[in-house]
């Protein structure tokens, strides 16, 4: 079955977006298998001036995500725009962390292989996360990296583990108690856990049922003796209070709370279109990017 792109799921822009006036903004996109989202930031501003989001419908592989994004891009309303510059987080299952003492740049890829399957051409990059001490190592799609570069003048292209990491590590930097975190989007979640200032878990899962999402979460809570009556579990992403994934969670973990996205920046106009735990990794990333 041939992939095709939803028209946008979600799509918020501000009345008074400034299209051609050049280098004003810098543009962030979360790139996925299962969608796609951009994110105008204003950073003279402090604000976002838009956010919109897309579905890929029957897509196989990520590998054929940016010819999906690029289709949707060129019929958008940000395709004329000059950016200041362009970020591009890739969200993805094919990855490792590696501990900063541990980590040699020449064996990144056999570190990898050691942890991932990959059928498809690829760039194997690695990034430091210094909040954790650590360096993620992932596999780049060629076919994603080649058309990104065509596409954008210097293109920064980054993991979606990194911004989430830090942006997370920096949130709960004070906290003594045990944090559990889910990060969750279209067919992929991530959990973490923090305990006195250090991350002890992260990684990512596929799903595609409600019961998916609550056995990984309750698996992960009995490997590491979180006792799910105390634990408190910190929800972010694009998840809703009235969704299925919550009512079944909820069953189990009494104490959850949504995860508020902006830390600094503000929408334009001073008000939130959205829930505030929406598109956490998305915008956050204007932090480290």
Do not use: W
């Amino acid at each position: 079955m041939e992939a095709i792109i939803t028209k946008p799921a979600l799509s918020v822009i501000d009345e008074n977006l400034e299209r051609f006036e050049p280098f004003k903004y810098d543009l962030i996109i979360y790139l996925s298998q299962h969608s796609a989202a951009c994110c105008l930031v204003d950073p003279k501003n402090e604000s976002y001036a838009a956010i919109e989001q897309v579905n890929f419908m029957n897509n196989q592989s990520i590998e054929n995500s940016f010819n999906l994004f690029e289709n949707y891009f060129n019929n958008s309303s940000f395709s004329a725009i000059k950016f200041k510059s362009v970020a591009v987080i890739i969200a993805s299952e094919f990855y490792t962390l590696v501990p900063q003492a541990l980590f040699q740049a020449s064996a990144a890829q056999s570190i990898l292989q050691l942890n991932t399957k990959i059928d498809f051409e690829v760039e194997v990059v690695s990034q430091q996360i210094n909040s954790v001490e650590s360096f993620i190592v992932f596999a780049l799609p060629l076919a994603i990296k080649l058309g990104l570069e065509k596409r954008f003048k210097d293109v920064k292209i980054i993991h979606h583990a990194q911004p989430l990491i830090s942006e997370s590590m920096t949130r709960f930097k004070n906290s003594n108690e045990k944090t559990l975190l889910a990060h969750i989007q279209n067919g992929q979640f991530d959990l973490m856990v923090i305990e006195n200032h250090k991350m002890i878990f992260f990684n990512s899962f596929k799903f595609v049922s409600t019961e998916d999402v609550v056995y990984y979460t309750l698996l992960v809570c009995e490997t590491l003796k979180l006792n799910p009556e105390e634990i408190t579990l910190q929800l972010c992403g694009e998840i809703e209070k009235k969704s299925a994934i919550y009512a079944l969670l909820y069953k189990y973990i009494r104490n959850i709370e949504f995860l508020n996205s902006h830390r600094t920046f503000k929408y334009s106009g001073g008000y939130s279109p959205l829930p505030s735990h929406f598109f956490f990794n998305l915008i956050n990333s204007a932090h480290c990017v």
